[in-house]
């Protein structure tokens, strides 16, 4: 047997291509828009794909199963509960597909949306024990898929955490201690609140240690799993919307161009949004006036579907190199919008110097200077809920970044603002987004909330914070 793991660190999102050696046939489970490592291992194993699955309808990326299918003629399955606009091969709860002596049988476990289910793997066809289990959203390494997106029209979060709770204690529960447990996503993605950076795990590690897989009464469970979950970005129903129908499909073989001084002046002209995927260090320094600071060494995709709509067009500045890999994570979430890119930057800036602009960064002295000194000052917290509740700089108003563009109204455009994260990346994200929306006076705090901890010696909250 063949089973290869593919991990998007952007997305947090893990994809699986699984096969058998003697007959050379292989499935892809929950692929990437971009297929390019699926085809290559395949033509490197000498494996044939014959099928793409779908563990559910994705709110967090494009699903690749149009362009793989595409590219290689596999059918695309999905779980008999889904409907889609596309031909689809409808898998039964308990129906077995066989690849040689490699098995697959499909688990239907509803709960993060109603068409979900999971995916045994049987390393021979008479195994009494899975080797593996492939769990999608359902049962995530230390978390399970929340049942509170606005991706399931027709359900409720209690009915979907109803189905989610018999799907977790019964089903996936039910399974033996040893099967390894695949999930499709690992920590920072926005499907859950607690999930861990190990990629893989077992039954019975997550019977022991996953607190959503405790002993508790299904009332319990909906309580527990829905408290704390962070904001879900706006292109999550857009991508649960897009994953449904016969789409666009993106050309393996797409590059972005570098546009001209024509091009760029008739692109802002006509209302495209610069984003700058630089550093925000190297943005604060410099940078034009209006653009948004989405930073490539970070969670870009999820990031961009939090400050844009796919229907803008765009315009990126990215580091040297970069430009195609930027382009490519804004395909991933199904933002095709992309212009191009300004190629040399630097020389691009010098000669604009008049719609050039700095960031105001403050470091954490800075920062409590501002809020003892500056009349009307607005403290923006733009953390996650589960944040916040293990504390906040005192006077802090709370809007996280996911639910800025919405609610910046909330705040007073004619008075400064001072915003934080945890660590920096995202208020350098919020602060330009704001600035971009017409706030004059806009700052962030340097190392955002774990530095002001850190510099007033306050204990580390107890509940987990992000990096950024």
């Not at 793991?5 to 007959?23: G, I, K, N, P, R």
């Not at 991508?239 to 008739?266: G, Y």
């Not at 653009?291 to 969670?299: A, F, Q, T």
């Not at 009349?375 to 639910?403: C, F, T, W, Y």
Request: with cysteine; glycine share 8%.
């Amino acid at each position: 047997m063949i089973l290869t793991q593919y991990y998007l660190d952007c997305l947090s999102q893990a994809s699986y291509l699984v096969a058998d050696e003697t007959t050379r046939l292989a499935v892809v489970v929950d692929p990437r828009r971009d297929i390019d490592d699926y085809l290559a291992d395949a033509k490197e194993a000498d494996l044939t794909i014959v099928g793409i699955l779908n563990t559910h309808f994705h709110a967090d990326f494009v699903s690749g199963h149009l362009e793989l299918a595409k590219a290689t003629g596999a059918w695309i399955g999905y779980g008999d509960q889904a409907k889609a606009d596309f031909d689809i091969r409808a898998f039964a709860d308990g129906e077995r597909l066989s690849l040689g002596d490699v098995t697959l049988e499909i688990m239907h476990t509803p709960g993060h949306t109603p068409e979900s289910i999971s995916v045994l793997v049987y390393e021979h066809a008479d195994d009494e024990v899975a080797y593996a289990v492939l769990t999608g959203d359902a049962l995530f390494i230390g978390d399970v898929g929340r049942p509170d997106l606005l991706a399931s029209i027709g359900f409720t979060a209690d009915e979907l955490g109803s189905m989610l709770y018999d799907s977790i204690h019964t089903k996936l529960m039910g399974l033996p201690d040893p099967v390894r447990v695949f999930p499709a996503h690992g920590a920072g993605s926005a499907c859950g609140k607690n999930l861990s950076t190990e990629k893989q795990s077992t039954i019975g590690a997550q019977r022991a240690t996953n607190y959503a897989c405790q002993p508790m009464t299904r009332e319990q469970f909906l309580d527990v799993v829905t408290e704390g979950q962070p904001s879900a970005p706006g292109y999550f129903v857009y991508n649960a919307t897009v994953n449904r129908q016969e789409r666009s499909i993106l050309d393996v073989d797409h590059h972005v161009s570098a546009l001209s001084e024509n091009e760029i002046r008739d692109a802002l002209a006509g209302g495209a949004i610069v984003t700058d995927a630089r550093p925000n260090a190297e943005y604060a320094v410099a940078h034009l006036r209006g653009s948004l600071n989405v930073p490539s060494d970070g969670r870009l995709a999820e990031t961009v579907g939090m400050v844009l709509g796919p229907q803008d067009r765009v315009i990126l500045i990215a580091p040297d190199g970069q430009e195609q890999e930027v382009a490519t994570r804004f395909h991933r979430i199904g933002y095709d919008n992309v212009l191009g890119f300004i190629p040399q930057p630097e020389a691009y800036f010098l000669a604009h110097a008049d719609d050039m602009a700095v960031a105001s960064r403050l470091s954490v002295a800075e920062a409590d200077a501002a809020l003892e000194s500056v009349p009307g000052l607005q403290l923006l917290d733009i953390r996650n809920p589960g944040e916040v509740a293990g504390g906040m700089i005192p006077g802090a108003s709370h809007i996280p970044l996911a639910e800025l563009g919405r609610r910046a109204a909330e705040l007073d455009k004619e008075r400064p603002v001072l915003a934080y994260c945890a660590g920096g990346w995202r208020s350098s994200v919020g602060s330009s987004l704001l600035r971009a929306k017409g706030f004059a006076d806009v700052s962030d705090i340097l190392g955002g909330y774990n530095a002001w901890r850190s510099a007033h010696d306050l204990e580390p909250a107890s509940c987990a914070t992000t990096k950024a």
